[in-house]
């Protein structure tokens, strides 16, 4: 079954496939598309599914990009200018507008600074001859160019101010004000990625942080003319937890006059309770509110006091207890004009939690430090919270998963991604930044093209991406929740709790959950169809989860156990880790509606584990929590005097330079074709009339014989128009294929001896792959000739230490990479 979301109908020509011999536009699949990727270095790969910009129905990318101007703000809507940036929300959708009142999505990179090893500044030398003006200036050319306009946290503001561009091409920029971890200085421990504090408690109900503030924000004053300044971050990741209560009382066994554990009690006092209540989780819930309106009052007064123009954007809060906690997100939204998310441990950003942030703020949010670390870049990667993938090629498809997620939530105003250099290995860092493959860039200076590439496509097309969502909003997806839902342990049954438990242990305690749905009243012609399940505990990390479609529906919600649960399972889809899930469960979908319409669905665990994971259930208050399936409806009919094709996909996949007003195309098929490819169109409108002629043969030497053409003709017959596909078999890439056939894949790497490194070719069926490894030296160290494409080779004592490079070689030419075996 075909996927699609569409206000349309697709239409099959022709059904004889062929294998592609290229990965380089798979992301462009109908059927769907998936990065493998994990959690850390040692972890096990599973593959997850990603959306990027040419998947996505009815987008355009060769249509024209809505034109910008010096703040990278879109020209063709505005409203109110003050002079200075300030968020705003029109017509339901929360915006970021510019000093001169265009509206704007923030595109910002963290830490745009110089490096300070060896490499980088003899690099810096060599490509900017020390000029920290001629490194500033092309960087801010290379940024804007792929479509950035702001520079994050921990960026060198002083190299971006003293600019002599900065007047005519302006780069938004945003400071780090650090008071609190500033303030409490001597008291604070270096932890990962921040600092930390006595038992996870700032100390935000001390008078001297308010005086510290006072006196700090004065310095605010110097900046209050200043337009290209975007706004202030308050501190990074303070410990806003709902343990927050247990721990300022705990400050008091050792200090019983301590300012903090006397706010503490207080606040117990005032509202009713007392210390035997500080352990349940509503009372707790609340009092975080009141830590958090504490400390985001006394920090956007400062700050307004001494600078009115400019925003404030809090303390880049990372804890999603904090922001799933409406007391914490409702006090805090009046002391905020954009809240700071760094957005952690989700693969894609979930849509539920974004609209509940949103609305519990009244005030829009940015997701300010995300990244995602490349295997292929030779560097460890054990530190920092981002995903680990194979390649600089899979950053960028995540790059565009995750910020096409942020583009549809109406409440975000932006991204920032972190950094813009890889992490120094040889350099020291707080222990979150040691060594990465974080950056846009190399420490050589030298940007990661295939990544760039990516984020270049989702920049440049960002405000065309939300006008093309927002329409799409107005035709919401059907969700559909379970009428059971149930997990046992071992033979206990769990069909009415407000939690799914999932276990896979050799010491009992085994733990299983269900799902079914009723699909009665639903049809096939629907677009995408989606599991959600929302995490109340996850389980260990680096375990593989998966879901089964059950042939079995007469299960009991009260009654399932080990002993008779249904067994007939095929399996759906997997994931990695304790993590909120969106799986793609429409094959099992179209399958119930054309048979019972009892869709049920088994949770397990693939991998042992010894704590067990927890999703809510049916049962769980919070709705938004609840497990259920979204469908994209399709959107009506087109007008009836329509000649224009809306979708053409060749092999299954989207012809990512399509546009419905370019008739002609000339499209490369790869050197393994064996007969004429698969042709399908999407159409507006049900009744409009298409003929096509397919090519005569497309391994002709004749022009004439590869030729196809679709001729439409309006449903009402008034209007006709005729599209020409020239195909032809070689090694030229175009529209189908967009990078080196046969860039393979290395990983681990660097690695070790006595481990096992993974080469992985781009599936084609060349006759041979030839696998050479060389030294140094030119010396052929080891030699293979093979028909597989995915190859595992042991590194032996007979490598020594060192740089090495392996070569694949076949019929669509040589590609060399560097093997570090340490």
Known sequence: MMKHDLKLQIIFLSIFFVALTVKAQDDCSITGFKVDYKTTPSGTYVAKSTRTICQLPEFYENAPVIATNIYGSRTDKRTTATGYFYSKMIDGRWWVVDPDGYLNICRAVNAISKGTGTTSTNAFATKFLNSDTKWMTDTKVFLKGIGF????????????????????????????????SGYGAGRTVQQSGHMGYP????????????????????????????????????????PFKNANLTGYLGLGTTEPTN????????WL?????????ATNTEVQKKFLGFVGKTYFSIVYNAIKKYDPNHMSLGPRVDKEEARANSYFMQAVGPYVDILAINYYREWTPNSAFMTAWGTNLNKPFMVTKFYTKGEDSGLGNTSGAGWVVKTQLDRGYEYQNYTLALLESKYCVGWHWFKYFDNDPTMPGDPSNIDGNKGIFKIDYEPYTDLVQKMKEINLSTYN????????????????????????????????????????????????????????????????????????RAGDPGKVYKADFLMDDSWTEGGITMANHPTNDNEIGRWADGLDVKLDVKTPFVETVNSDKKLSIKLSAVSEIVSQLEYASRENPT?????????????????????????????DKRVAAFHPDILSYNITLPLTTTANPSILFVKPNAAMQVLVTNPVNVLSALDSDRVATIKTTSADGSNTKTYTLQFKVGDNLSVLDRFKANDFTIYPNPTNLNRVVNIDIPNANYENN???????????????????????????????????????????????KKLIVK
């Open 269 to 277: 006092s005032d509202n009713g309770y007392t210390t035997a209540d």
């Open 770 to 816: 030839e696998i050479s490894i060389y030294d140094t030296n030119g010396k052929i160290v080891f030699f293979k000739s093979t028909k597989d494409i995915k190859l595992q080779l042991t590194i032996n004592e007979s490598l020594q230490p060192g740089m090495y490079f392996i070569s694949v070689n076949n019929s669509n030419g040589r590609s060399t």
């Open 623 to 651: 709705v938004s929590l609840r497990p259920r399936i979204e469908i994209s409806q399709n959107a009506p009919d087109g007008p009836a005097d329509l000649d224009k094709l809306s979708e053409l996909i060749v092999q």
């Open 465 to 536: 991406l939300i006008d093309y969502f927002d329409y799409k909003s107005q035709f919401p997806p059907l969700i559909i929740y379970p009428e059971a839902d149930a997990y046992y342990k071992d033979q206990v049954n769990y069909g009415f709790d407000d939690r799914l438990g999932i276990k896979n242990s050799p010491y009992g305690n085994m733990r299983e959950a269900f799902l079914r749905f009723d699909l009665t009243g639903q049809g096939t012609n629907v677009g995408d169809v989606n599991l959600y399940l929302s995490v109340l």
């Open 259 to 266: 300012e903090n554990y006397l706010a503490a009690v207080k």
């Open 199 to 238: 038992n996870d408690c700032i100390f935000v109900f001390e008078q001297g942080f308010v005086n510290y503030c006072e006196t700090k924000a004065q310095a605010l004053a110097a900046n209050k003319y200043d337009k290209n300044l975007f706004g202030y971050f308050t501190d990074n990741e303070l």
């Open 149 to 180: 306009n702001t520079a994050g946290a921990w960026s060198t503001t002083s190299s971006i101010t003293s600019n002599p561009t900065q007047g005519s091409n302006p780069l938004a920029y945003t400071i780090i004000l650090n008071w609190m």
